[in-house]
Each structure stands twice: as C-alpha cells, then as structure tokens.
C-alpha cells in the first residue's frame, strides 16, 4: 500500500496534525484481527518477524468516501494503475510496477526504494508486506526497514442507495539499526504524520476516480488507454469497470420509488466475492 511508504521530508511538511493512535491496545487489536490461519508458512515468517521487532506502530484515523465496492478492491489491488493514473495526472513521480502476480517495485525518487508484496486478499481485509531501503540527507548512512499494513474495509449503502466504503489501516515498522534518538527525532514523526495525510488524500483520490467514472465516461475511457505501464488485461478489466458505473449511473437518473430511506447499513449489494491468494 502507497499510504504507508516511507515519508520525505516534504510530505510531512504538507501533512497536518496526526489524527491517528499508537496506542498498545489498538496495536494488540490490529495483531489480533491478521488472519495468521490463512497466510502461508512464507508470509506468516514474515508477517512475525516484524510484529515482534515493530519500531513504529500506527493506526491510522478512519476514511470514508463514496466509491463503488468493486472498483475500490480492484484500485487497492492494483497499486500500479493507481501510480500509473497520478503520473498521467502529474500529481506524482512515485514509481511503482508490477513485479510478478502478487509484487511490485517502488521507488519516491526521493531516496527510497523497495519491494511490495500483497500477502491476503479479503476483500474485507488486505495484509500488505513491504521492506525497503532510505537513502537520503536525513541520514548519514542507508537505513533498511520492513512492514506489515493491515488495511480493514466495510461497505454500506447511504440512506439514497449511494455506495460508501469505510476504512482504516493499522501499520507496524521494523526500522533496522536506527538509534532511539534518531527514531524519535526523524522517522517517528515523518511516518505517522505523512502516513495520515497520505491514507486520506489516497482515500479521496479513489473517491474521485468513482465520481469520474459515473459522470464523465468519455474521459476515463481516455485516461484508461494512457495508462501504458500497466498490464493490457488489468487496463480493459478497469475500462470495464468504469463503464458499469456510468451505464448504472445513467439509469440511477430515472426515480425509482423502491430506493431505500432507511439510514446507511451494512450490504453485500456489489460486494466482490473473498478472494483468498495462494502462495
């Protein structure tokens, strides 16, 4: 997950004040809720290792947006067509491309590189393991550092039938062979207070993809076909799932007096079936 990756300088001046916990009985929460049953004996190593040398934990504030459920799983599923779209844009020069089924390679360009690996699909639940390395002016020398994110999401409908997703991720950082000074003067406050704003403007932006695709169909089948770093089939797979939403989008004009007026609730309706990867 992109939210999470290691802040430069610039991203925490731009972030505002930390919302989000450290708490030890938050980080004893998100532990319990990793589905450790159903990972393999690889990512369950893994997933171990950094729990039990966690340098940083964070549990980031709770985001809630509009988005239709089965593009939000395809967009958190797909980290390099989101990369892909802001590069487009112009918004960022973050690189991310794919590495295998499951993988990727990132880098900010700002110092730090790294390898990504989707470990669990729930689609309720993701576990994201990433490790990398930071070279760069804050440092005298090269620090290497790996993490778990948990990212736990919900799906309901509004009162007027709108999708809404609503979500939170909890992340723990193994930092290795970072004093504690250091830690607490540059890496504690660089992740928690960029990893705060990152997961929120990443929230909105899958927001504004949705509110796209239902209103401006032209467009995004365009922005689809300039997205050339990404796999042929995950680009049509995205071109299709915005044109559902603008044809429901078109027929959701028309009044229906069936709509509901009961408050925002839990629903299965356009809930992707579970997905469990094998390794």
Not at 227 to 254: C, H, M, P, S
Not at 255 to 263: G, L
Request: glycine share 6%; with cysteine.
């Amino acid at each position: 997950m992109l939210v999470c990756w290691p802040a430069t300088a610039q991203a925490a001046k731009q972030a505002r004040a930390p919302q989000g916990t450290s708490s030890r009985e938050a980080r004893d929460e998100a532990m319990r809720a990793i589905p450790y049953n159903q990972l393999d004996r690889h990512a369950r190593i893994k997933v171990g290792a950094v729990l039990a040398n966690t340098t940083i934990y964070r549990h980031l504030p709770s985001e809630t947006i509009e988005c239709d459920a089965a593009l939000f799983v395809f967009l958190v599923e797909h980290p390099d067509l989101v990369v892909n779209m802001w590069e487009v844009l112009g918004v960022s020069d973050v690189e991310l491309l794919r590495a295998g089924d499951h993988a990727f390679q990132a880098s900010d360009k700002a110092g730090t590189r790294g390898h990504i690996e989707y470990l669990f699909d729930g689609p309720q639940v993701h576990v994201v393991y990433a490790e990398g390395t930071y070279t760069g002016s804050l440092l005298p020398r090269p620090v290497h550092g790996r993490c778990v994110i948990l990212l736990r999401s919900n799906y309901l409908r509004a009162a007027d039938g709108r999708p809404i997703v609503r979500s939170n991720i909890d992340a723990f950082v193994y930092l290795e062979n970072v004093g504690v000074g250091v830690l607490a003067k540059t890496f504690q406050p660089l992740v928690t207070s960029s990893a705060d704003h990152n997961f929120r403007e990443t929230t909105r932006f899958l927001a504004s993809v949705h509110r796209a695709a239902e209103t401006n169909y032209a467009g995004m089948q365009r922005l689809a076909q300039k997205l050339t770093k990404i796999d042929d089939g995950d680009r049509r797979e995205f071109a299709d799932l915005t044109t559902q939403l603008a044809v429901r989008a078109a027929l959701a004009e028309t009044p229906s007096p069936a709509r509901s007026a009961n408050p925002a609730r839990p629903s299965t309706a356009g809930r992707p079936a579970p997905r469990l990867r094998k390794r």
